[in-house]
């Protein structure tokens, strides 16, 4: 079963513009994690926020969480073309045995 | 520094065939984990091993057996393959379980026929 669900599951946008994507999960958790995947790559870790916090910033990146509404959500602004990627959002839970789980993925397509 | 390396990167097998999946990372982490990938599924943990000694199930371990040779590398080994289990496998680590990031490797490519 999938904790974090994305929300769209693909989004196009043109260079220069924001990508703003979500993800759901249904339990309390420890932290959640966002990742990206280039096609035919393995993830790579771009940014975790404790369920203690509610905006984290990473260079173009900001990720918010609102552990109320179980959600959180990365913004990636001035996107490039090098942003063409899946990403996708990760919760560690306690019900979990503290082992991330991933949900479906958002498909981003930057055009240049 | 390599990170995590997978071998092999394409496999393809007749159903009933056996193979190992090799891991291996370099950066001294505790915890090692695999998952598969399948497509609108996300990604799913077959088995974890939180340390050196120890491994358990994941989410879908059912027709895989693990072990953790040494810190360093995570085996995953399909006894019987059938047609459900061509997917993408990837293999990962961390400094410890639950809290800390994930590093992956490329993946295995695995097909079943």
């Given at each position: 079963s999938q904790q974090g669900e994305e929300d769209p599951q693909a989004l196009s946008i043109q260079e220069g513009e924001n990508a703003t994507m979500n993800c759901s999960y249904k339990t309390s958790i420890n932290n959640l994690q966002w990742y990206r995947q280039n096609s035919g790559r393995g993830l790579v870790h771009l940014i975790l926020i404790r369920s203690n916090e509610r905006e984290k910033h990473s260079g173009r990146l900001r990720v918010t969480l609102d552990t109320s509404k179980k959600s959180s959500s990365l913004l990636i602004t001035a996107s490039r073309a090098a942003d063409t990627a899946s990403y996708f959002c990760a919760t560690d839970n306690k019900a979990a045995g503290n082992k991330l789980t991933f949900g479906g993925g958002t498909r981003v397509l930057v055009k240049p | 520094n390599a990170g995590v390396t997978q071998t092999p990167k394409f496999q393809v097998l007749k159903t009933g065939q056996s193979m190992t999946l090799q891991c291996a990372q370099d950066m001294n982490h505790n915890s090692m984990y695999w998952y598969r990938q399948d497509p609108g599924?996300?990604?799913?943990?077959?088995?974890?091993?939180?340390?050196?000694?120890?491994?358990?199930?994941?989410?879908?371990?059912?027709?895989?057996?693990?072990?953790?040779?040494?810190?360093?590398?995570?085996?995953?080994?399909?006894?019987?393959?059938?047609?459900?289990?061509?997917?993408?496998?990837?293999?990962?680590?961390?400094?410890a379980p639950g809290g800390s990031p994930l590093h992956f490797g490329n993946g295995t490519r695995l097909t079943v026929t």
């Open positions: - | 599924m996300g990604l799913r943990l077959i088995y974890y091993s939180a340390s050196e000694g120890t491994t358990d199930k994941g989410e879908v371990p059912n027709g895989y057996n693990v072990s953790r040779l040494n810190k360093r590398e995570f085996s995953l080994r399909l006894e019987s393959a059938a047609p459900s289990q061509t997917s993408v496998y990837f293999c990962a680590s961390s400094e």
